[in-house]
């Protein structure tokens, strides 16, 4: 069965500087998103991605993320100057229509730490 | 807003023990609920759904019903296993937003 695939699965990096988490959403997904779970907390929505634009975002995603589909399959999350309360779980999620009724399919996460 | 309630764990049950794992949710429209699973060291697994009023997904012995009236999915197992042992996610999602709401997971030990 296809996957969301996310890399890498554990970034360990200084505060101040930026990172990129990468997601291979599933290939014929056309709807993706990512989410943050601080540990020990929920899960939190950060934006969704649709037909190369951001479609929605919370108020957790401000200019200090961005987000990109640099070529037909990856789809990247940039934190610019990082700070230490970024740490967190970062999740990746697609799904074909984007519909309500329909349920995203979620990558692995990539484990995010600021030193 | 739209939100989810799930009750706080943790959960530790004996095997084949009887789980029920309360969810309510504040929506303004007709939401789609799901529940997720994330085993440990995992990302989260889609469990099951329910898409209208009293609508029941169901998925590897796992159930839950579609309350309208209660606002309520709650969760529900006959009998547990250990490999039953994650944290489960009850989540919403609404046809004016196509982003989705979290509960606070519940974690769940079932020993042998």
């Known amino acids: 069965e296809p996957e969301v695939t996310q890399t890498p699965s554990h970034q360990v990096t200084q505060m101040g500087q930026e990172v990129i988490l990468r997601c291979v959403p599933i290939?014929?997904?056309?709807?993706f998103y990512w989410y943050r779970q601080i540990l020990g907390q929920k899960v939190e929505f950060l934006v969704s991605?649709?037909?190369?634009?951001?479609?929605?975002k919370s108020e957790i995603f401000d200019d200090q993320f961005s987000v990109e589909r640099p070529d037909g399959s990856n789809f990247t999350l940039k934190i610019r100057s990082t700070k230490l309360e970024d740490s967190a779980m970062y999740f990746c999620?697609?799904?074909?229509?984007?519909?309500?009724?329909?349920?995203?399919?979620f990558g692995d996460g990539t484990r995010l730490s600021i030193l | 807003g739209n939100s989810v309630t799930q009750m706080e764990g943790p959960v530790t049950l004996s095997e084949e023990a009887f789980l029920t794992i309360n969810c309510t949710y504040t929506?303004?429209?007709?939401?789609?609920l799901f529940w997720y699973v994330q085993y440990p060291g995992e990302g989260l697994q889609l469990l099951l759904k329910?898409?209208?009023?009293?609508d029941k997904g169901s998925n590897k012995g796992f159930e839950a019903t579609y309350r309208k009236e209660t606002t309520s999915f709650h969760l529900e197992k006959g009998s547990v296993q250990v490999s039953d042992s994650a944290v489960y996610f009850c989540?919403?999602?609404?046809?004016?937003?196509?982003?989705?709401?979290f509960g606070a997971g519940t974690r769940l030990t079932v020993k042998p």
């Open positions: 999620a697609s799904n074909k229509q984007g519909a309500s009724n329909q349920p995203q399919h």
């Open positions: 290939s014929n997904h056309l709807y």
């Open positions: 991605f649709y037909n190369n634009e951001i479609s929605e």
């Open positions: 929506a303004t429209g007709y939401p789609s």
């Open positions: 329910a898409t209208k009023a009293d």
């Open positions: 989540a919403l999602s609404e046809n004016n937003n196509n982003d989705m709401r």
